[in-house]
Every structure is written in structure tokens, then in C-alpha cells.
């Protein structure tokens, strides 16, 4: 497995696009957090100047426990930025001929796809792990209390967040396999929630029980918006087993598809 790994960072590497999106992705993930609080206290004394006073220090976004959930609500936010190179990546496949290569060469298809679903879990865990570090370093600047119970709780949206991260990237895979042109997979890429919402929102007056089940819903579903504790609204602070499950079937039918459509196709 590592070596079908080795063969797809390899090819990956040699893009130039691959340098420049990876990078845009994680320094827009660690800039943002990291500039996050001083960009909130400069709104406080913007605000102040108007005569409306706010201690920005008393809203615990960047406070133990609430930085992890904060955090990777926000961070969810980019991921579409590594699924573009996910996009890139498969349709130059197609586009230079190198997944025909790789198959004389003697890789199978089912080796090739493993390769590329092996490079999706390493982007996804990259990105929680840098996630993780940027919550804990921001969590101890700002956390007036460092006990070992808050900083460790809620943790488990880390895992949710690999999860997610990683179904948008099979998603992204699919499409490009299906597709095989990048600039219309991109843009149907951009464009799912959108359609998804058009389609759900007829749906929600005949059938509003199966809205949970559709894909994008299900990762809204699966890490939900944190902010409304803030204005004293109730959030669901914890993972849900059924959003996760429905995550979990999600992922397995895009990787599926694109098996399917890998062992037919005519490269």
C-alpha cells in the first residue's frame, strides 16, 4: 500500500498545481486561525468607535473546548480547495495519458484507484493533524484555564473532521473519473450544494425525512454550526451516530462508483 502511495505523491509532486494549491489550502487554514482572534479585537475597536462596547475576550471562540469545534467548522469550510486538486490530479490522468501508462506498466485498476483513495486519506489526516496543532497552540494562548479535562474535550469532532474531509475528496475523485475534464468537474464541484439545495428544497414538502440522507446534507449534518451558542441557542455539541454512518455509506458508494466506472471504462 505504501508503495502504490509513493507512486501517486510522485506523480502528484511533479505539478506545479499541486505545490501551489497544497499551499494556498494549509496557509489560508493557518493564517486564518491563527489571525482570527486579532482580526476579532480590531472589530471590537472598530465597534468601540461607535459607541457600542465589546469585550471581545468574554466570547470563548478560542477557549478550551470551544476552539476545537470552532476551528473545524471553519476549517470544513476550505476544504473544496485540496478536493480542486483531487480534481486536477485524476482528470490529468486522462489528460496526459498516465493512467494508461500505469496500466501497461502493469498496475491494475484497482491498484491505480487504491493509490489515489490512499493519497485522499493522507491530505485528510494532514489536514486534521494541522488542525489539532493550531487548536491546541491557540487554545493555550487564549484559555484562561488550561485543565487537562477541557482541553481534551470534544476531541472527537477531530476524527468527524477527517471524515468529512475525506468524503469531499472521494466525491471529488468520482467526479473527475466520471467527467474526465477538470474544468467542468470543477465547476460541477463548485456548484453540488447549490444543486443539492434546489433539489432538496422540493423534496422537503412531499418526503422532508429522506433531506438527512442526501450527500452534502449529510456532512452539514455530521459537524454542525457552532456560533449560535454565542446568542444563547441551543447547537448538537456532540457527533452523531447516524450522521456518521451516512457519511461512512456516502464515501464507500463514491469510491464505488469510481471502481465501477474505472474497470469499464476504455482508458
Known amino acids: 500500500m505504501l508503495h502504490l502511495l509513493r507512486i501517486d505523491l510522485k506523480k502528484m509532486s ?28 480590531w472589530l471590537a475597536s472598530f465597534i468601540d468607535g461607535f459607541g457600542q462596547e465589546i469585550n471581545i475576550n468574554r466570547i470563548p471562540l478560542y477557549h478550551f ?14 476544504k473544496v480547495i485540496l478536493a480542486v486538486m483531487v480534481v486536477i490530479s485524476i482528470t490529468n490522468e486522462y489528460t496526459y495519458r498516465t ?12 491498484e491505480f484507484l ?3 483513495i490512499l493519497t485522499n486519506v493522507l491530505l485528510s489526516l494532514m ?35 477527517f471524515l468529512e474531509v475525506f468524503f469531499f475528496l472521494s466525491y471529488a475523485l468520482m467526479l473527475g473519473i466520471l467527467i474526465q475534464r477538470s474544468g467542468l468537474t470543477i465547476i460541477l464541484l463548485l456548484l453540488s450544494q447549490l444543486i443539492e439545495f434546489i433539489i432538496t428544497s422540493n423534496v422537503d414538502d412531499y418526503l422532508p425525512g429522506l433531506i438527512p440522507f442526501f450527500p452534502m446534507e449529510s456532512i452539514r449534518n455530521l459537524i454542525t454550526f457552532p456560533f ?20 461512512l ?19
Request: hydrophobic share 50%.
Open 228 to 247: 449560535p451558542r454565542y446568542a444563547f441557542s441551543e447547537i448538537r455539541d456532540y457527533i452523531s451516530p447516524g450522521a456518521v454512518a451516512i457519511v
Open 65 to 78: 473546548p470551544d476552539v476545537w469545534l470552532n476551528l473545524i467548522w471553519c476549517a470544513g469550510l476550505l
Open 127 to 161: 489536514s486534521a493533524t494541522m488542525i489539532f496543532v493550531i487548536g491546541l497552540v491557540t487554545g493555550m494562548i487564549y484559555s484562561p484555564s488550561l485543565e487537562w479535562g477541557r482541553m481534551v474535550t470534544d476531541l472527537e469532532f477531530l476524527p468527524a473532521y
Open 114 to 116: 487504491l493509490s489515489k
Open 14 to 41: 511533479s505539478y506545479r498545481t499541486f505545490w501551489v494549491v497544497c499551499g494556498l489550502y494549509f496557509l489560508t487554514l493557518g493564517f486564518g486561525a491563527a489571525s482570527g482572534m486579532e482580526f476579532l479585537k
Open 249 to 267: 455509506a456516502w464515501t464507500l458508494v463514491f469510491n464505488y462508483i469510481s471502481y465501477r466506472k474505472l474497470k469499464r471504462s476504455d482508458i
Open 99 to 110: 493512467l494508461r501508462q500505469n496500466i501497461i506498466d502493469g498496475l491494475s485498476r484497482g
